[in-house]
């Protein structure tokens, strides 16, 4: 069974940067499709990036491209998130979750199988 753990949250003012890992145990991470995912108070999860297996292809939320870095280190068995330029309204529970590499690449919160407990960011002055 694979187990997911977030870190690296915190406060952050408007325009600064936080980078978020997930670390895996349990299962190998090169298996598994790793996404970022984010729930923000009284709105429904949504995906922010994703990234295949191989690290190969990558996809971001259209409101996080250009700010958003998303990377994976299989050797440490760990996904990063990299936010820069960090606004208000990225303020949310930020979750890692994956799906087997088994399956097709994709980043929707409904095809995921393992989710981790979230990390919570929040940008505010």
């Known amino acids: 069974q694979l187990q997911l753990v977030e870190s690296g949250g915190g406060l952050v003012q408007p325009g600064g940067s936080l980078r978020l890992s997930c670390a895996a145990s349990?299962?190998?991470?090169?298996?598994?499709?790793i996404g970022w995912f984010r729930q923000a108070p009284g709105k429904e999860r949504e995906g922010v990036s994703c990234?295949?297996?191989?690290?190969?292809?990558?996809n971001y939320e259209h409101s996080v491209k250009g700010r958003f870095t998303i990377s994976r280190d299989n050797a440490k068995n760990t996904v990063y998130l990299q936010m820069n330029s960090l606004k208000p309204e990225d303020t949310a529970v930020y979750y890692c979750?994956?799906?087997?590499?088994?399956?097709?690449?994709?980043?929707?919160?409904?095809?995921?199988?393992?989710w981790g407990k979230g990390t919570l960011v929040t940008v505010s002055s």
């Open positions: 349990g299962r190998t991470l090169p298996y598994y499709h």
């Open positions: 990234i295949s297996s191989s690290g190969s292809s990558t």
């Open positions: 979750a994956a799906v087997s590499a088994l399956t097709y690449y994709q980043c929707e919160v409904g095809g995921m199988n393992f």
